[in-house]
C-alpha cells in the first residue's frame, strides 16, 4: 500500500479532520490521474525520420479530468481518489487543488506516474490517438479505500479505466459496494474502446452490474451491445442500466432509459483544437448538472456545452480559475 501525499488539501483515503462532509452534496471519484504529453502536428506522421510538432506536458487522467470539470462547472464539493508516482505527487496535487477538487491522492512507493502521449492531428476533427502507460494509476487497490470517503457524497462516480486492471478492478468493486450499501447512486464512463475491446463486453457488463449511470461513447456503446446503429446501442445498454447518456461527439448525446432513447441532445458548434478529455469534459458537467437538481436531458445539454469548450483547449482539463 502506497503512503498518502503530503500537503494540506489531500489525505489519502481518509477525509481531513478540519474540513468536514458537505452533507449529501459532494461528488466523488475514484479514478485516473496521470501526466498527458500532447503532441500537436499540422502534416501527417512521418514513420522513420521527424514531425515537426507543437508540445506540451499537461495534468490529465479521465477521472481527474472529470473531477476538474465537475468543479469548475460549479459542483459544491469534489474529492477524488487517485493514485501518482513519487515523482509527480505534488505537482498533480496543486494542479488539482488549483481546480477546485479536494486530491486524496494515494503515493505509490514503486511505479510512476501514468503517462499518456497524446498525439493529436491539427486536421479539421483535431483528432487525438493515445499511446498509455498506465503507471501508478491502475495500481489502486482495496486498502486504498475508506468507506469516509462517502461522508457527505451525493453521488460516486468511477472511471472506466479501473476495470482493465485486478487491483482497481477490486477497488472499483469495493466502492460499487460500498455506494449502494449508502444508497448513493454510482455513475460510470467506459473511458477506452480498445481497453474495452480487450476485457470484452460482457466481462465489462458483469463489472458494472449495479451502477446507475452509464455514460460511454459512440465506439463503447457499439461495443457492449454488438449494434451499429448508435441509438439501438443506446436503447440496448438501458435494459442493463437505468440510465444510458451516450455520447456522440460533434452529433451531440442520447439519453435513453428502459430500452429506448427519450432524448436527442444536440452538439454545441466548436471550432477543435484538441479532442482530448473531451468525452471527460461532458461527463464532469453532466453530473455537476445533477448535483444542482437538473434532470438528465438537461445535464446532457450542459455536458454537450462543456464537451465543446474543451475540444477548443489543449489538454483535458478546464481553465484555471482567476
Known amino acids: 500500500m502506497g503512503r498518502a501525499a503530503a500537503g494540506p488539501a489531500s489525505a489519502g483515503a481518509r477525509a481531513p479532520e478540519d474540513a468536514g462532509p458537505v452533507e449529501g452534496r459532494a461528488l466523488l471519484v475514484v479514478g485516473d490521474v496521470v501526466t498527458d504529453i500532447v503532441a500537436r502536428h499540422r502534416v501527417p506522421l512521418a514513420p522513420g525520420t521527424d514531425t515537426a510538432a507543437v508540445i506540451r506536458t499537461v495534468p490529465g487522467g479521465a477521472g481527474a479530468n472529470v473531477a476538474c470539470w465537475a468543479a469548475y462547472q460549479g459542483a459544491a464539493e469534489v474529492r477524488l481518489l487517485g493514485r501518482v508516482g513519487v515523482e509527480a505527487a505534488a505537482w498533480h496535487e496543486r494542479e488539482l487543488a488549483a481546480q477546485g477538487v479536494r486530491p486524496r491522492l494515494v503515493v505509490d512507493p514503486r511505479a510512476s506516474t501514468g503517462t499518456v502521449i497524446c498525439l493529436v ?35 460516486l462516480h468511477l472511471s472506466g479505466y479501473l476495470l482493465f486492471a485486478e487491483s482497481s478492478s477490486a477497488l472499483a468493486t469495493v466502492a460499487l459496494e460500498a455506494a449502494r450499501a449508502r444508497g448513493v447512486p454510482v455513475s460510470l464512463d467506459p473511458a477506452s474502446a480498445g481497453f474495452l475491446e480487450q476485457l470484452g463486453a460482457e466481462r465489462f457488463l458483469e463489472l458494472v452490474e449495479g451502477v446507475d449511470v452509464l455514460l460511454p461513447s459512440r465506439d463503447e456503446a457499439r461495443l457492449l451491445t454488438g449494434v451499429a446503429d448508435a441509438a439501438d446501442a443506446a436503447a440496448v445498454l438501458s435494459r442493463r442500466v437505468p440510465l444510458v447518456v451516450a455520447k456522440q461527439g460533434c452529433e451531440g448525446a442520447l439519453v435513453a432509459r428502459a430500452g429506448r432513447v427519450c432524448a436527442r441532445v444536440p452538439a454545441v458548434p466548436a471550432k477543435p483544437r484538441d479532442t482530448t478529455g473531451a468525452g471527460d469534459a461532458f461527463t464532469g458537467a453532466f453530473l455537476a448538472a445533477l448535483l444542482a437538481g437538473a434532470d438528465p436531458e438537461a445535464a446532457a445539454a450542459e455536458g454537450c456545452r462543456a464537451g465543446a469548450r474543451a475540444v477548443e483547449r489543449v489538454g483535458g482539463r478546464p481553465p484555471a480559475p482567476e
Open 121 to 155: 492531428d491539427e486536421g479539421a476533427a483535431a483528432e487525438r490517438t493515445f499511446l498509455t502507460d498506465s503507471g501508478a494509476s491502475l495500481r489502486l487497490e482495496p486498502a486504498d479505500w475508506s468507506d469516509t470517503l462517502l461522508d457527505g457524497v451525493a453521488r
